[in-house]
């Protein structure tokens, strides 16, 4: 059995946990958080909850610890961190920050002679996958990368900083002429806005003027101005009722050219529709924390990405097995 | 640059000279067939074409061997055979016969201190790879592949020897009601009737029977007669204006549930569109060859699957180009 930890309880760590009960080869041995652990319930029966602090004193218990943070302020000091004394999984997911991450987590990891996934889940994860594979099969093509239908934080924490805006929600949507464009092969130049639309769901507050927070929002720099974005004023209640959710998702394209005149093309295509963004994330990360006990278990040290790890890493099933079932 | 020896110039060997061409650190060193090398034209010029029995002798001027004959005959003899001498790969696609052969090709690998990598294509191949990801992350779902729309070459095969056929298609077509079904998160069960159509352009010889030609297609065991087959009769000159081409494809999709109680569905789907089945499949071969080159390098030895390739050898990029601009 695989001991996992959580670092951080919030939507990501308790699907880490939901995932966890899913894979037969692992147990649910601590989750650790920084508030206080008698306020904090989790689901499963009989796991402890401890303070952060006392994780690294509790290393031995602990094969994976998994951690929950967020990009912006706790993963690039969490993971160098928590790498010199445990085998750990992150999701960081600020692309422009990856290569300074990876050094420093590498350094950290290489030191306690322990493994570190950085990066674990759908973009970056599964979606960088698909575009190294396809750029490796494919040399000569175009890569596209579309998401949503889905649920954006960060667009949706802007809505609601609006003056005069009690609630909301941003879905970002893929224009479906361009993924038909991108699909037939003709290889489209698309701007930002001809990719996606932005479609918003506001509770405005008692007495708010609703055409200035449209304007407010649409003329938005940054987050909604390069943007179609339209703009639809509901209640509380309805946002409760029909966008209590977290799905995501999204389609990593590539087309390109073969033969020796370039004469045929061909389009490969990967594409996500998840209901929750967080639990899928999760599930992605369970298995490259599998994948990080077995390397550690073989000596392997330092920082990892998807892309350094051996697909047959990820799996519970062994070599032959996945020859025979899978190939 | 990696020097690559092409074994069998056929759809496939052709499909890998092309390769080469694509990618600027690879160079065609020989082709290497059993047919009169006098009697054998390639596309690259100043490479030489010789007889199959010179291959090992000239073992040191090639770093990759890519074995491109068929599953049924060459390669189970051929490629423990040369894995003895060379860094090999293959496109064994027999299977249920993948673990027979990996075990001997390993055998011969590990004894010729080499790497060999098998099975390597689209299906098996990046299908493989498809099922093992979603797999991994997905614990709880359904797996589900369709091939097509394409031309199957067994079942174009098929039809060219029923009595009074002249010449003949086969097109493998996936229902698209039943990729409604399960790209909807249903997990349908579907068969064999329910996936796929089988639509025939066939080229009678004059003064056949077309009523006794279809029928006997249409009940053909094994190949048709567990399908809705549709036959088309119609003249050499329009199978070879409208059917010379060599497409095919095909979708890996996996629903499956996350959640405490299952709550969410997730579906994830790869699909290939190709206009040159074997230049696609010597397009992933030929990064597989890039693959083997450096495992060999690294000093690995010993038969290898997609499965065993860690994603990065795959790349012309180094680790760090990578992280900055696919992950």
């Not at 932005?198 to 405005?204: G, S, W």
């Amino acid at each position: 059995m695989i001991r996992i930890g959580i670092m951080g309880y919030g939507n990501l760590g308790r699907g880490i946990e939901c995932a966890v009960k899913q894979n037969a080869d692992m147990e649910l041995k601590a989750v650790f958080t920084r508030r206080n652990p008698e306020t904090v319930r989790i689901l499963t029966e009989g796991v402890p909850v401890y303070p952060a602090e006392e994780a690294v004193k509790r290393k031995e218990e602990i094969d994976v610890l998994i951690l929950c943070g967020g990009s912006a302020t706790d993963l690039p000091g969490q993971t160098p961190e928590y790498a010199k004394h445990f085998t750990v999984v992150d999701s960081f997911d600020t692309h422009a920050r990856i290569p300074e991450h990876f050094a420093n987590v590498d350094k950290a990891a290489v030191e306690g002679g322990n493994i570190a996934v950085i990066s674990a889940g759908w973009d970056p994860g599964m979606f960088s996958l698909n575009r190294l594979y396809a750029n490796a099969v494919l040399p000569n093509g175009n890569d596209y990368t579309f998401w949503g239908k889905g649920v954006s934080q960060g667009h949706s924490d802007a809505i609601r900083r609006v003056a005069g805006v009690a609630d909301g929600k941003q879905y970002t949507i893929p224009v479906e002429q361009a993924l038909a464009a991108v699909r037939s092969g003709e290889n489209p130049e698309l701007s930002v806005r001809d990719k996606h639309i932005r479609e918003c769901f506001v509770v405005p507050e008692e007495g708010a003027d609703l055409a200035k927070i449209e304007e407010e929002i649409k003329t938005m720099p940054n987050y909604f101005s390069d943007y179609d974005t339209t703009v639809h004023f509901i209640t509380q209640e309805e946002l409760n009722r029909n966008h209590s959710g977290i799905p995501h998702g999204g389609f990593v394209i590539r087309s390109g050219k073969t033969g020796w005149n370039e004469e045929n093309s061909h389009v490969i295509e990967y594409s996500l529709r998840l209901d929750s963004n967080p639990e899928f994330t999760a599930s992605v990360i369970a298995a490259c924390a599998r994948a990080a006990y077995r390397m550690k278990a073989e000596g392997m040290k330092g920082c990892k990405t998807v892309f350094d790890i051996a697909p047959a890493y990820l799996s519970a099933l062994d070599g032959a097995q996945l020859r025979a079932s899978m190939l």
